[in-house]
């Protein structure tokens, strides 16, 4: 009996090793196989960077070559013009051994000539330094990739970027320089009465350079397999009541969102920013998704003005109480709320208007029993009547009848 206990013990520690062995071996594999993905990434990513450098250094040396034969031709036009020259002062010297006058005028001529040539070749020499220490414009500066931001930094805001992940992704950070303000009119009737003149315009340019416009900042996305689906839903995302973020066109105004996202498109999204209480602060903060193919981009800026709603094209006052003494009286299964009477229910209309399908709309709260929250409603200035569905964050039209 002894001897069939200890052999079951033996049995099941050599199962137990054998189940230790086998993890250790799958464990194994796993770090390896994780260590040739990682080793796979950095090779792709250096042959990326080695690629992009041979071709930065190809532009480069053609521009160089470019150049220096630019240079060569003028240098070579120097010599022919200072042969030209040589040529024919010495022609001039020889006729003007014949009279005494006219060999007078044509070796100052000749004089005049020699001390030209110097002056040509000088001009030419600095034309030629200036091209090789790259007069022309400068290639733009290849950009590295980033590792993907989890927020944005805008104004010392923290906002959600957009959630994306994945190695084949690459994120490039850029600043967008504004395009500088245009020159104003220049003034004639000052010119012509003397007032107003060169030094005044100078200060004026000059207290207009002073005032720099900060740069934007530009992320912008290659490789997305899907960047319509990302920006519709991190649209969804921003526009939520604990986002703040709202549609919003170039002036500002609050819009509607896309009811489709195109293939290609851009959609700006921006929300106030309260002031502290010291003072400091405020403002708007704006992020303009611009998609196309793989890519996307997203620039952050600062525009002046404050996010708004539409003007009421009639007054506020008229629909809303027409609508909040119809919704009183309809019966609850209407809304999709349970009871028989509405009165059971209590309704807050809410400050502001917002814009569905193109009318003028006040938001509703309704409450049942207990003060619970049964939903929110919508009342148009043209009479229709609209439910919000909170899963979606969409609304839905309701019928009266």
Request: net charge negative; hydrophobic share 35%; proline share 6%.
């Amino acid at each position: 009996m002894k001897q069939d206990k200890a052999d079951k013990i033996i049995q099941k520690a050599e199962l137990k090793a054998k189940k230790a062995a086998q993890q250790v071996e799958a464990a194994g594999k796993k770090a390896e196989a994780t260590r040739k993905k990682q080793e796979a990434l950095a090779q792709k990513r250096a042959t990326k960077a080695a690629a992009a450098a041979t071709k930065k250094a190809a532009a480069k040396t053609k521009k160089a070559e470019a150049i220096a034969k630019k240079a060569q031709m003028a240098a070579q036009k120097a010599e022919e013009k200072k042969a030209k020259a040589m040529a024919k002062s010495s022609k001039s010297g020889k006729e003007g051994e014949d009279g005494a006058d006219g060999g007078k005028k044509k070796r100052g001529k000749k004089k005049l000539l020699l001390i030209l040539i110097p002056v040509l070749a000088a001009a030419i020499g600095v034309g030629a330094f200036f091209f090789l220490k790259g007069g022309g414009e400068e290639e733009p500066e290849e950009l590295e990739p980033i590792p993907i931001p989890l927020e944005y930094m805008l104004n010392e805001s923290h906002i959600t970027a957009l959630p994306v992940n994945g190695d084949e992704i690459l994120v490039y950070q850029e600043e967008v320089k504004p395009e500088p303000p245009a020159e104003p009119e220049k003034d004639e009737s000052k010119d012509a009465a003397g007032e107003g003149g060169e030094e005044e315009q100078a200060e004026e340019s000059a207290d207009e350079a002073e005032e720099e416009v900060p740069a934007k900042t530009l992320y912008r996305y290659e490789g997305l397999k899907d960047p319509v689906g990302l920006v519709s839903g991190y649209t969804a995302a921003m526009t939520c009541e604990d986002a703040g973020f709202s549609v919003v066109d170039e002036t500002l105004l609050r819009i509607d969102p896309p009811e489709e996202f195109p293939a290609r498109g851009s959609v700006q999204l921006a929300r106030n920013v309260p002031k502290a209480e010291d003072g400091t602060g405020g403002g708007v903060n704006s992020l303009l998704l611009s998609w196309e193919g793989t890519s996307c981009s997203v620039l952050l800026d600062t525009p002046e003005g404050r996010v708004h709603d539409p003007k009421p094209e009639t007054p506020a006052s008229a629909a809303p109480r027409k609508g909040l003494s119809d919704l009183k009286s309809i019966h609850p299964s209407k809304l999709g709320l349970p009871g028989e009477s509405m009165d059971a229910y209590e309704l807050i209309p809410q400050e502001g208007s917002v814009r569905i399908a193109g009318s003028i709309c006040v938001r509703v709260n309704i409450y049942g029993e207990g003060n619970q929250f049964a939903g929110s409603y919508f009342l148009s200035n043209d009479g229709k009547l609209y439910k919000l569905d909170e899963s979606v964050n969409k609304v839905v039209e309701l019928d009266w009848e």
